[in-house]
């Protein structure tokens, strides 16, 4: 399987992005998608997960409210919307896929395909 994002960019504090992760390749049964973070110099963080359906969405308390993550089947590709962005989201923000269903699972170790990532900076 393999995942490319894109959507990543220079915004202003305050404005909205949307990123999008596109599966190609061969897909496992019902696969839990989810986006992860990373800035510089800190440990990948976990931002958002949804399941095969569409339902069971789940987010990190830092971004519940303001981003929303989205999948379209037929298109194979996976969204985060993201509004009200601040400084502090800046980050290389990664996609990522599991093998087999995991409701809710928010552990970088629990996904076994990951993107490339798309870099966002928010300035202030």
């Known amino acids: 399987v393999q995942l490319v994002e894109s959507g990543g960019g220079l915004v202003q504090s305050g404005a909205s992005l949307r990123l999008s992760c596109a599966a190609s390749?061969?897909?496992?049964?019902?696969?839990?998608m989810a986006w992860f973070r990373q800035a510089p110099g800190k440990e990948r963080e976990f931002v958002a997960t949804?399941?095969?359906?569409?339902?069971?969405?789940g987010y990190a308390n830092s971004v519940r409210g303001r981003f929303t993550i989205l999948r379209d089947i037929a298109k194979n590709t996976l969204y985060l919307q993201m509004n009200s962005l601040s400084p502090e989201d800046t980050a290389v923000y990664l996609c990522a896929a599991t093998k087999a269903p995991c409701h809710g699972c928010s552990f970088a170790s629990s996904y076994d395909y990951w993107g490339q990532g798309t870099l966002v900076t928010v300035s202030s």
């Open positions: 949804i399941g095969w359906s569409g339902s069971g969405t």
């Open positions: 390749g061969p897909t496992s049964s019902n696969p839990t």
